[in-house]
T-cell receptor, first 114, second 110 residues
């Protein structure tokens, strides 16, 4: 079945450690996105990629980094520079970036910093 | 950047009552999408509206897109416990990234 796979589902990290969240899609979509969701809050865009080997900062990119070396993969690294990293992270993809059509979301990764 | 305002932030209804959430933009939208996120889950696409004044129905859910393409609503008739979750609108402005509303969290009192 086509879809988006995020891993790990749950992750615990000590302060000062970097952590990388995986996002893989087999939908042949060009555009991919990372969102952050805090309890009871909406979706805030961290980074997005319109096409392979290209990505742009979203609204809250500080303390995060991404890469897009393959069309199907868009990993997110939460660095030690992110002051409040505990959150629910959602990866999504769409056919295109402008007038996107449906966004497909992964099941999310819940990061807790101890 | 463009913004999409969504109200109310929370709505508690008795099972069987109706529910409506509204989205508004200060500028014209190319289209608007609606998503549902169950508690602990991820957003799932419900529908996309493109045409001015468009109305679409999915069983007990009715989606409307305003004549000026600046506002939209989602109405649920006779809510059920399965309707619990957060409903998000998301607006496409044509030449910018998709912008999500802040969401309306619906809780049902049995």
């Amino acid at each position: 079945d086509g879809g988006i796979t995020q891993s790990p589902k749950y992750l615990f990290r000590k302060e000062g450690q970097n952590v990388t969240l995986s996002c893989e899609q087999n939908l042949n979509h060009d555009a991919m996105y990372w969102y952050r969701q805090d309890p009871g809050q909406g979706l805030r865009l961290i980074y997005y990629s319109q096409i392979v080997n290209d990505f742009q900062k979203g609204d809250i990119a500080e303390g995060y980094s991404v890469s897009r070396e393959k069309k199907e993969s868009f990993p997110l690294t939460v660095t030690s520079a992110q002051k409040n990293p505990t959150a629910f992270y959602l990866c999504a993809s769409s056919r295109g970036f402008y007038n996107t059509g449906e966004l497909f979301f992964g099941e999310g990764s819940r990061l807790t910093v101890l | 950047g463009q913004q999409v305002m969504q109200i109310p932030q929370y709505q508690h209804v008795q099972e069987g009552e109706d529910f409506t959430t509204y989205c508004n933009s200060s500028t014209t939208l190319s289209n608007i999408q609606w998503y549902k996120q169950r508690p602990g889950g991820h957003p799932v696409f419900l529908i996309q509206l493109v045409k001015s004044g468009e109305v679409k129905k999915q069983k007990r859910l009715t989606f409307q897109f305003g004549e000026a393409k600046k506002n939209s609503s989602l109405h649920i008739t006779a809510t059920q416990t399965t309707d619990v979750g957060t409903y998000f609108c998301a607006g496409n402005f044509g030449n910018e990234k998709l912008t999500f509303g802040t969401g309306t969290r619906l809780t049902i009192i049995p």
